[in-house]
């Protein structure tokens, strides 16, 4: 059951759900939309700011559907689709995920979740990346869904051991990285180029085109 809110919260989350079920018109009807709004909210009930709980909602119910829909086949990019997961995905997998988007743009289709997600993203690791040009502000830690894996190419772990599930058909890799968590600045500067280093390597196992001067 949901956690009670505001009038004016729920009046938001209202707002977010026609605009879900606008983008996925055709897709999917109003009765699964709600659905999976419903199951988000359950994920971010522990927000601690309830201002941000529509935001949080939306985007992690438009990520679920967006999966969900190519799972059944009725929308794909033809591209491939990378998930990296990490326990807490306040780290190494949001420095993975901003990588891929930074070096290949809008030629992969890129998520990161977590087993067990924190409630933000570490601060020396957006330190570190806006050190390099990326701003990952917008980004949140997510939860790990069912569909993020099911609807992925390669699944990319990193550190959730038990936690990630199984699934044939799909390409899977453990990388060993340190976590950055509780790491001074220069760590996580180490930490953010050895992924720079695997994830250059995996767009190109990908045939996957990358920017040299990025």
Known sequence: MSTPVS??????????????????????????????????????????????????????????????????????????????????????????????RHLAGFQVVVRSAGSMPASEIHPSVVEALREVGLDIGEEFPKPLADAFVRAADVVITMGCGDACPVYPGRRYEDWDVPDPAGKPIEEVRAIREEIRTRVTRLLAELGVSVDPVR
């Open 7 to 100: 009038r004016e919260t729920e009046a938001k989350i209202a707002a977010e759900t026609l605009r879900l079920a606008d983008e996925f018109r055709g897709t999917f009807g109003k009765e699964s939309i709600e659905t999976v709004v419903a199951e988000a909210r359950e994920q971010f009930a522990d927000a601690k700011i309830e201002a941000y709980l529509p935001v949080l909602v939306y985007r992690f119910a438009r990520e679920v559907l967006r999966a969900t829909a190519k799972l059944g086949r009725l929308q794909h990019s033809g591209k491939p689709e990378v998930l990296f997961v990490c326990l807490r995905n306040a780290g190494r997998s949001q420095i993975a995920a901003a990588l891929v």
